[in-house]
């Protein structure tokens, strides 16, 4: 079982920055996939990226092509978290962010994900 809880979002100009965590409860976050999607209002929910868990000799990483080269996702199993950092954010970028796990390895789609976190709402003002 692993509940997931989001923090750090939050209201930013066009160009700045901001880093998401999620904090992990329960016994197996290292050997889960982590994953970050968004849902703007009325839209569908999106990938956004995602890390590899434990098992490998070095974490594995995807992006959503919208935010390649400006987010990056990492994840500290010691302290069970899992971060976000956007730079260079636009107005487009505005969503509800989820942390989501999955027993997946990479995987982009919200349905192989088995828990999700309640959300944190980022918004980019232009």
């Known amino acids: 079982q692993v509940q997931l809880v989001e923090s750090g979002g939050g209201l930013v100009q066009a160009g700045g920055s901001l880093r998401l965590s999620c904090a992990a409860s329960g016994r197996t976050f290292s050997s889960k996939t982590m994953g970050w999607f968004r849902q703007a209002p009325g839209k569908e929910r999106e990938f956004v990226a995602v890390?590899?868990?434990?098992?490998?000799?070095?974490?594995?990483?995807d992006y959503a092509d919208s935010v390649k080269g400006r987010f990056t996702i990492s994840r500290d199993n010691a302290k069970n978290t899992a971060s976000l950092q956007m730079n260079s954010l636009n107005p487009e970028d505005t969503a509800v962010y989820y942390c989501?796990?999955?027993?997946?390895?990479?995987?982009?789609?919200?349905?192989?994900?088995?828990?999700w976190g309640q959300g944190t709402q980022v918004t980019v003002s232009s």
């Open positions: 989501a796990a999955s027993t997946g390895f990479l995987t982009k789609s919200g349905h192989e994900y088995d828990y």
């Open positions: 890390i590899s868990g434990s098992g490998f000799s070095t974490y594995y990483a």
